[in-house]
């Protein structure tokens, strides 16, 4: 979720880079990441990069293949190993009786 949220505000703050300058975008984007992060409770500080990367870097589609995939493989990741745990959980159940 923070990589999300992250994203997002980055490629925002790429549009607006060029009318208030790098350094106001900078400011202002990683305070936005900031308190979305602990609204949602998904405070990652490594994910507040991926707006800094945008906004230096200008988001292109590469950056946004590169973010998305990443995205799919983290929700693939979660969705295997949450299947993984709770298998390993119930058999530790079974052997607890």
Do not use: Q, W
Request: no cysteine; glycine share 6%; hydrophobic share 60%.
């Amino acid at each position: 979720m923070s990589y999300i949220i992250s994203g997002a505000i980055g490629i925002a703050g790429a549009f607006i880079e060029p009318y208030i300058g790098i350094y106001y975008t900078l400011a202002i984007v990683e305070t936005i990441i900031a308190m979305l992060l602990v609204e949602a409770r998904a405070m990652h500080p490594p994910a507040m990069g991926i707006a800094v990367v945008f906004i230096l870097e200008k988001a292109n589609v590469f950056a946004l293949l590169f973010l998305f995939s990443g995205m799919v493989l983290i929700i693939i990741f979660d969705k295997f190993l949450n299947k993984f745990v709770y298998l390993f959980d119930d058999e530790f159940k079974k052997m607890d009786r």
